[in-house]
């Protein structure tokens, strides 16, 4: 932990300023009632308010806002019915799932505003929507609203090590520092920063946290037994802000730690191990989330080692949770990391498909297959994966990453509200992608839509997987290193609540928490460095889809023909005469086919592929013309020079209202633009020297090359 | 250390098999006197001989073996005139710089043997001559032999970290396991492995070892002073082998341990710093050797911090240890490792000779120039580097890598014997490198010619700087991970003794020790296979002297393009036209130039300069034509498929014999062979792969590349 406080992100005491000023009554019983009790009553003695707490249906005559559990008042959330491929066979009748209630209505009349929830979660949740709107929940016309969230599974996955990692540190691609959690081996015994963070969540909607690394190496394997209390510790944290706890798990746990000589699955040692292991994980966690695993991936162990499917592996551990309502999260990144570069048959892209769609329907009920939103690895640009259409009969969990793994590792201003607002708009059913009835991605993951390739009646509605994705927080004094990476944190969370929200209104929701009573030329400034950053990242860095010309193993910064060469199973195949993957059915890997039509068809053809997945699809000549009318060629070269003006540009913007906010967050974001533009600037220059050299084309405008 | 009794190596009892089984007579004082009578003593209990010892001049009629002490029958060694540029300005008079007496006399008449020497070092160097004899040295028509090392510096370097470095490791670059002499943040308390290892080294004519990392981290730094004493038990074991211990030291000490505000060179203080400093080890280390340094490079501090040459720096150094006659061995490794790619005017290979050539005659008498053998950094192909030629009134030492960095990391077999003698008998001053009677470059390491480029009187003698070389040994079972690496350590001892030494020889030398009573297709199949194991490794792995194909980091495995768009200084700038970096005077980086006459002339021209190094020195189409008849392409394609078929070779012509050897031994060599074929491969489809896809042109013979 640093000796600096930690910047206040999106909660400075100011944001609460509306709020603090008012006559505020807080009515109800419950854990979250009182920290919400908490937070109303230093709100008002900073700012000159009148804080009182009452009994339910109490007097509340001259309150400007109350805060009531009233449960007679919510409307019930909508139940989501999960139904198995067999269901009409009559052995899988649908079962209900329900979440905790988290719902809150908001009403306005005559100034004065009623926040009430069927649950203290819920009214949390109503606090901080009060909190976001500021003044402007007491200003405006009579209303009278009932908010719930999307789906009651917003997760965050924690890559962190209890112990430092020999190559990866404390926090696998971390770039925040270390550990919030852990130190060198240890669980903090000062978790007040632990409290900070769970209360920025749960302001943004986050309930659940996966606290370890899904690379579970030896001593995190023991959270689950020796280490256990140290869990209970953490999630007794959380849980005064209505978040609950998941651990990563070891699919090898019964060996490694329980001594057996198999993890076969069906092996009913095996079973009954993580039988008890769970009774005692629920034991001491009484509203503990459930397990993550990464299985048979990247050297993790897995079913495969048995003989067995990936069903087999995650059904046992979910009949091992679901006397406890406990979620299984099973992630669908599962491929070949052995591969041969000289094969070029195999796709990893198809991997995932290839795995986990034959399986559909025989996941238990308590199983979330969790899938990275693209079939490839969280690059800036790639198709969606085509699992999350091809699983109807499971709950299926799109993976989004807030660490900027491949987006510039929070040296570079990079939003991605846009690209994720992107990915859960698609459509996969519809020409265009974003017209039309059919399930959005976002309806998708949350159940809230009707699957138009339903092999059956029709009736049915797609079981809830939800959203997880990677933290980008660590100990830094801005969380998350670049200040403007909070965005992403803050834009994720409110995505998970309500993946329509548009990401630019995002920002300015971040802008008016995080610098508040600043002038409106910061928030204006806010938007033109990030609005466009997540497109001029990908303009300097991979062109057209092509992806990983990162250098390896760190994943900062250029290098073309980096994993060229390796078993990653991630090429570009650039010779002197054309660069990409054919990956259609009729002359490439065949993926193109694992999406539902028309997208099948659309990626299959050259001339209907959009321009900016051109090379993920296909291999063509420097000299093929885009959509855009310019040369594949001529494409990079521009999209180069022009990526690092906009960087210089960005540089610009913020330059003029850098003096208007925090000297501290204005220095680091300085430096970072700083490390930005240079790094912009070696990708530019390398890869355009590398195509250069490649098909000796010179750039039609003769800027330098080298 | 691991559990396992580490390998005999090279003296395995039977080695001693025809001392042990004679009468033998050891007459003399000294401490290496009564290590000599250990080693007979226990030989000629093991195998049935006598072993008396006597005083020197006692009678000793029927001894068959006669080791003895005495002076007046040896003849003086030549001492070595040092001079320095500004000597007939008559401020510095040429000194004599003498080392220990090193010398022996091996004497035969009618199978008796008496070894004398002038001293106990000199008499255990003639021992262990015996022992490489065997039997013999029994045999054979009367003789009277002086033999004396070409150079009292014949030093071995142990890059060994006393902490794991988080990325080095515990030995930088090592490939055999943990140190020898650390583990872990310690001096290991159990230095029997040492002292094995010190015998090792007496064995093949060692006599000086620098036992921690240039890179001199923070806890390494410490042995200068808290840590002391641990240095102290280590010189107390390598003494009885007649070897003096070293020290890495950082520049910066006087700052980092000695709490000054500065290390400049000039300032008294900090002068007085080291005085004090050297006073401590020599107080502790009566025969200490002295300090070695890598300062100003890759980040290491030195004096160009303060505005001061090397001279200045390496001088200060030097006069704190001269009154104890130690040496300050200096590296002339230094160079711009942030260099931009985009400048092609920069060229790290000029950079030694720029920075040191001015310098000639400018350091103190004590101080050794330490010059890696080629400009850039141990690859397996690059031309000897010009400061050798360039600084006659400085003494100069030739450092060579027997650890494998670049040849393979002891997973490849790769002698190195061919690749040193080559650079041994290299003549700057010759049309043909290798015949006439100027100075070779052992000549100028070694003090023993007369330099060509004199340019004073031509009376002087080149002052001698010896030999220097990272060592290969760590805890590994068989102290080199490879057993063929041994020969590698071995070569080097003898070579650094007597240069002439032919490669070959030294292999069958050491087959003959290591291997006892093996039949002789034992020997055969070691030099089948490593005879041309460098030409072969050179074949499949970076063609035509253009090095630094490898993996960053590591520095094992093909990658092509890995340091092409890098701060270090090594690349290739392969187009679709051509590859080669242009060292010309004419129209380079004038790299060439640096060299002599005639070979600035022959290097400086496409037409006389030598294949091997044709990409070192120019920038050439693919289709160029080389002297062999072949283009530079077809070159790369028929090297690396002939690279991998002579590996399958070499284990073929290993697997008619690996049964005849230790199991163990075996089994780890057919490990090795393994790898070494899988790499070679990798090598082979990368690079020619890579060049097919950039040139476009096809293999002449049609084979598969990818």
Request: no cysteine.
């Given at each position: 932990m640093t000796g600096v406080a930690p910047h206040a992100a999106w909660l400075p005491d100011d944001a609460f300023a509306a709020i603090g000023s008012r006559r505020v009554v807080v009515a109800g019983d419950g854990a979250l009632t009182a920290t919400i009790a908490e937070e109303v009553a230093a709100a008002t003695a900073r700012f000159g308010g009148a804080f009182s707490r009452l009994d339910v249906g109490d007097g509340v005559s001259d309150a400007e806002l109350v805060l009531t559990l009233a449960p007679s008042l919510v409307e019930p959330v909508e139940t989501i019915e999960v139904s198995t491929r067999d269901a009409s066979a009559g052995s899988g009748a649908a079962a209900e799932v329900s979440g905790i209630d988290e719902s809150f209505r908001f009403m306005r009349e005559a100034g004065a505003v009623v926040v009430q929830a069927g649950t203290d979660a819920g009214l949390l949740h109503g606090l901080f929507h009060v909190v976001r709107l500021g003044e402007t929940a007491f200003d405006g016309p009579d209303t009278d609203e009932t908010h719930a969230p999307a789906?009651?599974?917003r997760m965050l996955d924690h890559w962190d090590n209890v112990d430092v990692h020999?190559?990866?540190?404390?926090?696998?691609?971390?770039?925040?520092?270390?550990s919030i959690f852990y130190d060198n081996g240890f669980v903090r015994a000062d978790l007040s920063r632990v409290e900070r963070y769970a209360r920025l969540l749960a302001a943004v909607g986050i309930n659940r946290v996966a606290i370890n690394n899904v690379n579970v190496h030896e001593h995190e394997a023991r959270l689950l037994t020796d280490d256990l209390g140290d869990v209970v510790r953490v999630a007794a944290v959380f849980r005064r802000w209505g978040i609950r706890v998941h651990l990563s798990v070891s699919f090898a746990s019964p060996v490694?730690?329980?001594?057996?000589?198999?993890?076969?699955?069906?092996?009913q040692d095996v079973a009954h191990w993580w039988v008890r292991a769970a009774a005692r994980v629920w034991d001491a966690i009484p509203d503990f989330g459930g397990f993550v695993v990464k299985a048979d991936s990247e050297g993790q162990p897995g079913p495969f080692a048995y003989g067995r499917t990936h069903a087999d592996g995650a059904n046992m551990l979910a009949a091992a949770v679901e006397p406890y309502e406990g979620l299984v999260h099973w992630r669908a990144f599962v491929y070949d990391h052995r591969q041969d570069w000289r094969d070029r048959s195999t796709d990893r892209a198809r991997a995932a498909y290839d795995h986990f769609h034959p399986l559909d329907g025989a996941f238990s009920e308590n199983v979330v297959v969790q899938v990275k939103y693209g079939p490839l690895d969280f690059q800036v640009r790639e198709p969606l994966s085509p699992v999350l259409a091809a699983m109807p009969h499971t709950r299926v969990a799109l993976e989004l990453q807030v660490t900027q793994e491949y987006t510039g590792q929070q040296q570079h201003a990079v939003y991605l509200g846009q690209q994720w607002s992107q990915l859960l708009g698609f459509r996969f059913w519809e020409p265009d992608g974003v017209g039309g009835g059919s399930p959005t991605v976002a309806d998708l993951a949350t159940g809230r839509g009707k699957a138009a390739n339903d092999p059956g009646t029709g009736r049915w509605r797609k079981p809830a997987g939800g959203f997880a994705a990677v933290s980008n927080v660590g100990d830094d004094e801005f969380w998350t290193g670049h200040p403007f990476a909070q965005a992403n944190l803050y834009a994720y969370g409110r995505l998970c609540w309500d993946p329509t929200l548009d990401p630019g209104a995002l920002l300015d929701e971040w802008v008016g928490l995080t610098f508040p009573g600043a002038p409106d030329a910061v928030g204006e400034a806010v938007r033109a460095v990030l609005d466009r950053s997540w497109e001029t990242y990908e303009q300097y860095t991979a062109?057209?889809?092509?992806?990983?010309?990162v250098r390896p193993g760190h994943h900062y910064g250029p290098d073309v023909d980096g994993y060229e060469y390796t078993p990653w199973g991630t090429y570009h195949f650039a010779d002197r005469d054309g660069i990409g993957v054919d990956r259609t059915v009729r002359t490439g890997t065949?993926?193109?086919?694992?999406?539902?039509s028309p997208w099948s068809a659309t990626y299959e053809s050259l001339s209907t592929c959009p321009d900016e997945l051109l090379l993920f699809f296909h291999h063509v000549p420097y000299t093929h013309v885009l959509h855009s009318g310019k040369s594949v060629i001529q494409h990079i070269y521009d999209t180069h020079f022009e990526g690092v003006s906009r960087v210089e540009e960005m540089i610009g913007e913020w330059s003029k209202v850098s003096t208007l906010v925090d000297p501290r967050v204005s220095e680091r974001i300085s430096e970072r633009f700083a490390e930005q533009l240079r790094s912009a600037t070696e990708w530019r220059d390398q890869v355009n020297t590398y195509f250069l050299r490649k098909s000796g084309i010179p750039d039609e405008r003769g800027r330098t090359i080298y």
């Open positions: 789906t009651d599974l020999p190559t990866m540190g404390q926090v696998e691609r971390g770039y925040s520092g270390g490694t730690l329980g001594g057996l000589d198999t993890s076969d699955p069906l092996d062109p057209l889809g092509v992806g990983f010309m065949g993926y193109a086919g694992q999406y539902p």
